[in-house]
């Protein structure tokens, strides 16, 4: 199956009062680790590259290329979208270029004028491509691959005004973070999450920071409308412990334990074991049709 833009799984996820898990992948092991287990829980799934991430693998166009000999080499027959996530103004459109299905153009860290007018540009050279436009107001807390987020709570008025430029999903801080949750973490601002579902409409909307949200954070985060669930940190987590775990016990010191093909198994499986218990608690296992 071809790769997907966003659109029509986030209209069913939506309508279906569920959400798509968005799993960044940082290489062929975690690439084949979240195709496998959607395929197998038939879920449809968006991958999501960093730009870090991307300069790490080589390029925009070796990671297209690889994720669509994937899903052709694998048979994936559910939907699947790649998706630049947090990308800048020059990185939307390398990854266009590319053939991404999908693109975050994060100009969160703009004023709002300069904001609008780099995403109705990449609206426009996404819609000529058949692909779709995530964009952000009120920049995410926390730290990713360099991009840096203070955790503010978006503004309603201006998710409206970005909403309205024509992009498909929209990501609007409400107090999450990138990596792990502190101790003396508020929690999630619903009040102001019901505040922008009201000023959007029909808006799929993003929650970023997905690692270490209490399950019931993200189910009431999907009743005010969110559609779509990044998870990173935690695949990251769950694939060192596995490692760890797997080097400590001393069997990369057994026969052949060193092969990088038996080294890194434990964390794939790591990986599949998180990606599921993400899709159980989004609510989009089964939802592939």
């Not at 833009?5 to 084949?32: C, P, Q, S």
């Not at 436009?133 to 503010?152: C, F, L, P, W, Y």
């Not at 599921?276 to 049709?289: L, Q, R, S, V």
Request: charged fraction near 25%.
């Amino acid at each position: 199956m071809p790769l997907v833009n966003v659109k029509e799984m986030m209209d069913k996820a939506r309508d279906g009062h569920y959400a798509v898990g968005a799993f960044n992948i940082n290489n062929l092991e975690w690439t084949k680790a979240i195709l496998l287990t959607a395929e197998e829980l038939k879920a449809p799934v968006i991958l999501g590259v960093s730009e870090g991430a991307n300069k790490y693998m080589t390029g925009y166009k070796v990671v297209a290329d690889m994720v669509k000999a994937m899903i052709e080499t694998l048979n994936i027959t559910v939907p699947v979208a790649l998706h630049l996530d947090h990308g800048t103004y020059e990185g939307a459109q390398k990854a266009l270029a590319a053939g991404y299905s999908s693109v975050m153009f994060d100009g969160s860290h703009y004023e709002i004028e300069e904001n609008v007018e780099k995403t109705k540009e990449i609206v426009a050279l996404a819609k000529k491509l058949g692909a779709t436009v995530e964009a952000e107001v009120g920049s995410i807390g926390g730290e990713e691959d360099g991009v840096t987020g203070r955790g503010e709570v978006a503004d309603p008025a201006q998710c409206k005004m970005i909403a309205d430029l024509g992009i498909d999903i929209l990501a609007a801080g409400i107090g999450n973070i990138h990596g792990q949750y502190p101790a003396n973490w508020q929690g999630l601002d619903f009040e102001t999450l019901a505040k922008i579902k009201d000023a959007c409409g029909n808006m799929p909307l993003v929650l970023h920071g997905g690692t270490g949200i209490p399950e019931d954070m993200i189910k009431k985060a999907i009743s005010l409308g969110v559609c779509k669930i990044n998870v990173n940190t935690e695949c990251q987590l769950s694939f060192a412990a596995a490692t760890r775990a797997y080097i400590e016990a001393g069997k990369d010191k057994e026969k052949k334990g060193f092969d990088p093909r038996k080294l890194l198994a434990p964390g794939t499986d790591a990986i599949k074991a998180t990606v599921k218990e993400k899709m159980e608690m989004f609510g989009c296992i089964g939802k592939a049709n």
